[in-house]
């Protein structure tokens, strides 16, 4: 089985094999303690025998610390016997090595996780030379100062200063009377030899066997990639009891997801004095939340175990808990029940999570005491406290505080404070300073601060400047014709009827016969009956043709009319809002609409917009771009078309949401309204003949064509 993972299968299989079971764990335990005896007394004897000589004894190295200081990390080797330690730096990655030649390990720690204050981890190693040499080896993720000096109790303190250590800390004199000093660089290895040291035999402290191997473990080469997810997994615990417990505590800090640990709060900061500068609220929230989600979550930290227990009692299982952590575990009475659970390789602390959410049980960290209870007693217990802390807050006496705002109405800001305070407390705005006056207890003030530091800020602004461009173009085109003929012999005649209409032409000269209208006046003569009568009602051009005598007369008008409009309107209106503010720019004219009398009375006048009018509302999101809320309508008066002498209205509208980039620009057209129409006004059968038909119709062609569109282009104000 791997180093730093044990298996715990067989344990709490029932009752019937727990004599056994302890028996074997005795000889493995009694095993452990003699078994690093008798191997350095074996190597010690093969010395004295090969050399015939008195055996040079050799150092103990018999644990390896980490201690966390203000000023760095401190690594403590406790060693008995004569030391020469040798200080040396290796770089790509940084290393500080501390070879102790002549020194064997007496220690079953290989690695120690640090993962903090520019450090890493230690790892220890030994090789199989004679005499052999230990290696401690500290990785480092930069590089920093180092100094190695004595300690006491049988220690070798060798202590790194990370660069933001050396920055807080003040340079003292040094008291020790040994002191190896060395600034890791990116040059090549560096030894420094320091005098021995003979530190005396600790009590109780065996030596282990030396490794087999031939070449330093986990020194050379540096760490491999398959190898870092392991040893960011394994954490054994390197020190005795009552350190594993601290240490366990230290992991237990840390929230599991689902956890009912209370998380400690940091320290609150105090208000501002000064006004705060415009901010995206979206992207500032954005931003706590990642950062929020990148530090909290489940993190396992505990040593890799294996568990196979089948029907084993709760409380069997919590008693293993306290043997692998060191944590003093108090369970409620009213934990209860049977367990059986199979794990390989699984963090101690979060097989008790896994097991705590299977039995509906929390648990409590208080200092190194860890107490397991059921959600319902942690929930009374919860409730009873909050019932304390609310009776507490009805005696105290209530204090009255003044908060002048700068950026929100006081007015606006009322409902929201007022559901931070309890029964005790209130709040009024004073519209004139833009102010508000809170009553409540003390222990409220802080929270309420803090939530008027939040909502009292400069909200960013939005310039939105719209290009409006509406287009009108018209086209008419009126044919019209006049035929007017006659014949007659004094018995027969046939021509046009002079109820159709007259030719406007007078014919002087001419005897008045049957098929023509006389004159009258100075200017007497004669007219021609119209046979078609589809004249150009505002004629721009004309041409006719007359030919009279006595016996037949004829006269053809045509007139024509033509009209081409092309109308352009350019409104570039441009104005600033704040974020979620709406914006409105509109233009145009107010039609009287007149309504008439009623039971007597006069004729009343009202009058209905008919304006141009874009509404706008920006939203910035925490990506800097902007969420646009647009309205756009056109509504103009037709007065072609009345109804009892008031004209209708033509309204065109568009509504839409888009996202556009800070200074980008979204078109918004389609409001398009195109008229085609053609009337055509002809004598029955004789219109209908290609071609010649035309001499007995008129033809009136409208065109329209009216189009409206947006460019909006929105910028953020940088304030």
Avoid at 607 to 630: C, H, K, M, W
Wanted: aromatic share 4%; hydrophobic share 40%; with cysteine.
């Amino acid at each position: 089985m791997p180093a730093g993972k044990k298996n715990f299968g067989r344990e709490f299989t029932g009752r019937a094999e727990r004599k056994p079971v302890g028996r074997s764990e005795m000889r493995k335990q009694l095993l452990g303690v003699f078994l690093p005896l008798l191997v350095v007394a074996l190597m010690a004897a093969a010395e004295t025998q090969g050399t015939g000589t008195e055996a040079n004894p050799h150092a103990a190295l018999q644990k390896v610390s980490v201690v966390r200081g203000q000023d760095g990390i401190s690594v403590e080797i406790t060693a008995r016997g004569q030391l020469t330690p040798q200080l040396s730096t290796l770089n790509r990655p940084e290393r500080v090595v501390l070879d102790l030649p002549n020194t064997v390990m007496a220690t079953a720690q290989s690695r120690i996780s640090v993962d903090g204050d520019g450090v890493k981890g230690v790892r220890v190693g030994m090789d199989g030379q004679k005499p052999p040499t230990t290696r401690v080896v500290i990785d480092l993720e930069r590089a920093c100062r180092y100094e190695l000096v004595p300690g006491s109790d049988h220690k070798l303190v060798l202590k790194l200063h990370p660069a933001s250590a050396q920055a807080a800390r003040k340079p003292a004199a040094s008291t020790a009377p040994l002191v190896v000093k060395k600034e890791v660089a990116a040059s090549k290895p560096a030894v420094v030899a320091a005098p021995a040291l003979v530190l005396p035999a600790a009590e109780n402290k065996p030596a282990a066997s030396s490794s087999s191997a031939t070449d330093y473990v986990f020194v050379e080469p540096s760490y491999k990639a398959k190898d870092a997810p392991a040893a960011a997994e394994s954490k054994p615990a390197v020190t005795a009891a009552p350190e594993r417990a601290t240490e366990a505590a230290a992991k237990f800090s840390e929230k599991p997801e689902g956890s009912l640990l209370p998380t400690p709060s940091a320290s609150m900061q105090a208000e501002a004095a000064a006004p705060q500068p415009a901010v995206n609220m979206a992207a500032e929230q954005k931003a706590q939340m990642e950062q929020h989600h990148a530090t909290t979550g489940p993190k396992y930290t505990g040593e890799p175990i294996s568990v196979n227990l089948k029907d084993v009692d709760l409380k069997d299982f919590f008693r293993l808990v306290h043997e692998i952590s060191g944590l003093n575990v108090v369970l409620d009475p009213n934990v209860k029940g049977m367990l059986t659970i199979v794990l390989d390789d699984v963090p101690w602390d979060q097989a008790l999570d896994i097991v705590l959410k299977n039995n509906g049980l929390a648990r409590q960290l208080d200092g190194n005491v860890l107490r397991i209870a059921t959600m319902d007693t942690l929930r009374k217990e919860a409730e009873a406290r909050r019932a304390q802390q609310e009776a507490e807050a009805l005696a105290v006496d209530k204090v009255t505080v003044t908060r002048f705002l700068s950026y929100a109405h006081s007015k606006d800001v009322v409902p929201t404070i007022k559901k931070f305070l309890t029964q005790r407390g209130d709040v009024i705005s004073d519209d004139r300073t833009n102010a508000l006056i809170i009553s409540d207890i003390p222990n409220v003030m802080p929270a309420v601060d803090r939530l008027l530091t939040q909502l009292d800020r400069k909200t960013q602004e939005v310039e939105i400047e719209a290009r409006v461009v509406a287009a009108t173009r018209s086209f008419a085109r009126d044919i019209g014709t006049q035929l007017g003929f006659g014949w007659g012999n004094g018995h027969d005649a046939v021509g046009g009827a002079s109820s159709v209409g007259t030719t406007p032409t007078q014919v002087n000269g001419l005897t008045p016969g049957y098929i023509t209208v006389g004159g009258s006046g100075s200017a007497a003569g004669t007219q021609i009956p119209l046979f078609s009568n589809l004249p150009v009602t505002s004629p721009t051009s004309g041409l006719t043709f007359i030919s009279a005598s006595n016996n037949a007369r004829i006269d053809f008008i045509l007139t024509l009319a033509e009209s081409r409009g092309l109308l352009k309107i350019l409104s570039r209106p441009r104005v600033v809002t704040q974020n979620n503010i709406q914006a409105l720019v509109r233009q145009g004219v107010r039609v009287p609409i007149v309504t008439q009398a009623q039971l007597g009375g006069p004729p009343t006048v009202s009058y209905v917009d008919a304006f141009l009018r874009l509404t706008v509302i920006p939203q910035i999101t925490s990506e800097g771009t902007i969420f646009l809320n647009v309205d756009v309508e056109n509504t103009t008066p037709d007065f072609g078309r009345t109804v009892q002498g008031n004209p209708t209205l033509i309204t065109q509208q568009a509504t839409t949401q888009v996202l556009v980039t800070d200074g980008g620009t979204v078109v918004i057209g389609g409001v398009i309204q195109t008229q085609n129409s053609i009337n055509v006004l002809q004598v029955p059968l004789l219109g209908d003949i290609p071609v010649f038909g035309n001499l007995f119709k008129r033809r009136t062609v409208n065109t329209s064509n009216q189009e409206l569109i947006f460019f909006i282009t929105p910028r953020i104000i940088q304030t």
